[in-house]
């Protein structure tokens, strides 16, 4: 990865952290990026999954499983999804709008 797309990385994945928060109620998350198949990536590529992590339930005592990614998962439906997906652009447009604010006050 070049040192310009790691910046850009670097500038976007907290504002997108903030509205996976936002939207999902969830403050606690992981970020977890693949790198290589025995690292679980089947294609080739950067990407990043910002993961919410709701309290657990008690019987999951296998604390690495969630940390790597596969604690307890819900899927969505397909209007459900796309509801999130509305309320994601929603509020990282206001995110940004926010930023754009107070940069402007410097």
């Known amino acids: ?3 310009v797309e790691s910046r ?10 903030r509205t996976v928060a936002r939207v999902t109620g969830v403050t606690d998350y ?4 693949n790198n290589g198949a025995r690292a679980a990536q ?3 590529h950067v990407h990043f999954h910002i993961i919410p992590r709701p309290k657990t339930m008690p019987e999951i005592k296998n604390k690495s499983w969630t940390m790597f990614g596969r604690g307890q998962r819900d899927d969505l439906d ?3 999804g796309a509801k999130m997906a509305g309320e994601m652009r929603r509020v990282l ?4 709008e926010k930023m754009n604010t107070s940069s402007a006050k410097l």
Do not use: H
């Open 42 to 44: 089947v294609v080739p």
């Open 8 to 17: 850009e990385i670097g500038f976007w994945l907290p504002i997108l952290a």
């Open 78 to 80: 397909d209007e459900e």
């Open 1 to 3: 990865m070049e040192a």
């Open 93 to 96: 447009r206001e995110e940004l």
């Open 30 to 33: 992981n970020i977890v990026q």
